[in-house]
């Protein structure tokens, strides 16, 4: 699978909508990626979060439940 740019979302419990951009070549791998990018800035989702993927080229959106990325890691 190639690397596409990526934009994950979610809106956070005080309706704060935050984004972050990262290069994935899977849906999860890009999940992980901005987690990790969202707790650097301390605005991490919390486990009933919904993250929105948008994959660029061809442009595609996908919304993960914080739940299933859990059940992806381990």
């Not at 999940?31 to 929105?52: I, K, M, Y």
Request: aromatic share 6%; glycine share 6%; hydrophobic share 40%.
């Amino acid at each position: 699978m190639p690397v596409r740019a990526c934009t994950v979302s979610f809106t956070g419990h005080d309706g704060i909508r935050h984004s972050v951009n990262v290069q994935a070549e899977t849906l999860y791998e890009g999940v992980a990626l901005a987690v990790r990018a969202f707790r650097e800035h301390d605005c991490t989702p919390g486990p009933a979060s919904q993250l929105e993927v948008e994959a660029k080229s061809p442009s595609v959106t996908h919304t993960v439940s914080m739940k299933k990325v859990q059940e992806w890691l381990a």
